[in-house]
């Protein structure tokens, strides 16, 4: 009895190791036992599902896990998070992946085989990828990983060849480098150097984002109201400047993408700059000689006959000192009477001597300093980007009617340029027009409650469709003009006829659906600040109405601003 029992204490003594040791395990896995510091990097400000796997296994990671060498992040659509080291911060894209090497080394590299991140280093770190690598030092870079192709823009400092306004494209076997365009970058880098403006300063400010954003939304504006101008491009030039030389005059010429381009700051040829005469053939008494001189400058030649010798002809030599200039050498000529001649005490050219000249940067043309030499050689560095329109507001210079189209125009306040456009004809019925914009940043925070998959219909900044002004029909109601306006840019939408209330039900926007974003998730609209406490096909719209669409997460509307409850839309 006794025997059985000492056996069951052991037995339950194993057990429990056995427990223990699994829990240590599983511990040591999920980083239980972890401390975070200075020098050891943490993975923190995780929004959406962003996974880890660590001695194989994976599991979604929580806020504040300190990194492992080995570690694998991985990040589904829509999901963002970022590495924190002292003062180094990585930020992950969506749907993005990379592998960790030992974050507590001074240098520690990250191993991205898809998507982007973006890069804020005062120490050092480490970019590797399939086509190359990329330390980022005392500098702030984006990566991004596709493939076949990847891409280390450089927005402050320098990484590589690349300096800040700069990118490194990596394709095949070929590596170029090449001025950046801000236009063409995505919502996740454009949110994210405007994050980084608050506390660095970058080479696109956010000034500069504005600027992008009330483009790109003057453009979803011209569109839904059918105004299409082939013609509005705004040219932006690079600058080539050609040094003259002593066949033809210098310029600089201004070359726009689309193929326009035009010359400016003409020079005229330079003079030749002439070297000594040279004997090619001696005169005899019996023929004549012959002499030959060579430009510095463009290498042509003129040539010389001499006259034949008198009998017993004794050399008589004058000499002449050529001072050296900064494009030929000096040197001493020594010439007879008979048209001999020979050179020597050669001097090097002298230096350029350069004046400057800024020449500032227009709306449409980069600017630059220009560096002249009295002898005509010239270059130029310290390019700035152009400054870009400001323009005004549209004014209408003539109404649209039913049977012609009109004309609006505006005006840049820098440079006085005007842009026009037409306006498309009236469509009969126009009674006016309201402004509508549909968002749904309320997801944002609430990333975790987000059914998966519907992570990559949420923009970055929460916007799906920027404020604009459309025009509205006679007795039009707030679905009508919502439904139109999305097939017109193309934004899904999905609704159903609610007998009940005698109203259309809003059901999905740009794949979001009710529930999406928790029990309590769906769409609601307001007009001029106020939530209807009725069907959104119920509410007819009045010229100067502002519409807005919003995503409710939480509170049946308290987190967008309606304090009542049950609300229909």
């Known amino acids: ?328 050498e000096g040197y001493t000529v020594h010439t007879c009477a008979c048209g001999h001649t020979y050179t020597s005490d050669s001097v090097s050219k002298k230096n350029h001597s350069y004046t400057s000249q800024v020449v500032k940067p227009t709306c449409e043309n980069q600017g630059y300093t220009v560096h002249k030499c009295a002898c005509g050689k010239t270059y130029t560095d310290s390019v700035i980007q152009p400054a870009g329109h400001t323009w005004g507001d549209w004014k209408t210079v003539k109404e649209a009617t039913e049977t012609a189209e009109g004309q609006r125009e505006r005006t840049c306040s820098a440079c006085a340029k005007k842009e026009q456009q037409s306006i498309a004809k009236k469509e009969p019925g126009i009674a006016g027009y309201v402004s509508i914009q549909i968002r749904c940043d309320t997801i944002l925070g609430n990333m975790d409650d987000l059914t998966p998959g519907k992570a990559e219909f949420v923009p970055s900044n929460g916007i799906i469709l920027p404020m604009v002004e459309v025009p509205f029909y006679e007795n039009e109601t707030v679905f009508e003009v919502l439904n139109r306006i999305c097939k017109k840019t193309n934004i899904q939408i999905e609704y159903s006829w609610t007998p009940l209330y005698g109203s259309y039900y809003i059901e999905g926007i740009n794949h979001l659906y009710e529930f999406d974003c928790g029990e309590q998730s769906g769409w609601m609209y307001k007009v001029n600040e106020w939530f209807p406490n009725y069907g959104c096909s119920s509410y007819y719209v009045e010229d100067g109405d502002v519409i807005v669409w919003c995503y409710t997460c939480k509170g049946l509307g308290v987190d967008v601003g309606c304090e009542w409850m049950g609300q229909e839309g």
Not at 47 to 59: A, D, H, P
Not at 222 to 227: A, K
């Open 1 to 328: 009895m006794k025997k059985k029992q000492i056996a069951n204490l052991i037995m339950v003594a194993v057990i429990l190791l056995i427990v223990a040791g699994g829990v240590l395990g599983v511990g040591y896995i999920r980083g239980w036992f972890d401390t975070a510091s200075e020098t050891i990097a943490c993975l923190t400000q995780i929004q959406g599902t962003v996974n880890l796997e660590r001695s194989g296994v994976i599991y979604p990671v929580a806020e504040d896990t300190v990194l492992h060498g080995g570690d694998k992040i991985t990040t589904n659509p829509g999901a963002t998070a970022i590495i924190r080291r002292g003062e180094d911060t990585v930020v992950l894209g969506g749907n993005m992946e990379l592998t960790v090497t030992d974050p507590g080394t001074k240098q520690f590299t990250l191993k991205v085989t898809k998507g982007e991140v973006f890069v804020s280093s005062q120490q050092s770190v480490l970019l590797s990828f399939a086509l190359g690598e990329a330390t980022v030092e005392n500098a702030t870079a984006a990566l991004s990983v596709r493939d076949g192709a990847q891409t280390v823009s450089v927005f402050r400092g320098e990484v590589g060849e690349a300096k800040a306004g700069q990118a490194t494209e990596y394709v095949g076997e070929s590596v170029s480098t090449r001025n950046m365009k801000l236009e063409g970058m995505n919502d996740f880098l454009l949110a994210q150097i405007r994050k980084a403006n608050n506390t660095i300063t970058l080479c696109y400010t956010n000034q500069d984002l504005d600027n992008l954003e009330a483009k790109r939304q003057q453009a979803i504006q011209d569109m839904l109201n059918g105004q299409t101008n082939p013609d509005a491009h705004t040219h932006s030039y690079t600058v080539s400047v050609v040094e003259p030389n002593c066949n033809a005059g210098g310029y600089t010429e201004y070359t726009c993408e689309c193929g326009d381009k035009y010359r400016a700051e003409e020079t005229a040829a330079l003079a030749h700059v002439w070297g000594p005469w040279t004997t090619q053939k001696p005169a005899t008494p019996q023929e004549e000689g012959l002499q030959k001189r060579t430009c510095s400058n463009c290498q042509a030649a003129e040539e010389k006959k001499t006259d034949k010798l008198t009998e017993n002809h004794t050399h008589s030599y004058t000499s002449q000192v050529i001072e050296p200039t900064c494009t030929a």
